[in-house]
């Protein structure tokens, strides 16, 4: 019976052992990841300024080119009466 719970001693010791290291590991990982999401958004926040601003120019572009494309009759404060 001693034996038994001697055993049964070092299983729970080996086991909350096991936990604590799985506990510290599990932190280290979160902390990694963490730091890789701050350093992705970093990372992106200019670029996808850059990209708000370009998507915003080709957008006047293409409306510039529409206009310039565009019938005399169609533009717009242009006379639509023939002379």
């Not at 290291?21 to 996808?48: F, G, S, Y």
Request: hydrophobic fraction near 40%.
């Amino acid at each position: 019976m001693v034996q038994v719970k001697q055993e049964q001693a070092q299983v729970i010791g080996e086991c909350a052992r096991l936990k604590d290291t799985r506990r510290v590991i599990r932190t280290a990982e979160k902390q990694k990841a963490e730091k890789r999401d701050l350093e992705a958004r970093q990372l992106c926040q200019p670029v996808h300024g850059q990209l708000a601003v370009l998507q915003m120019l080709v957008g006047q572009c293409q409306a510039s080119r529409q206009a310039a494309e565009a019938p005399a009759g169609l533009m717009p404060g242009a006379s639509s009466v023939v002379a």
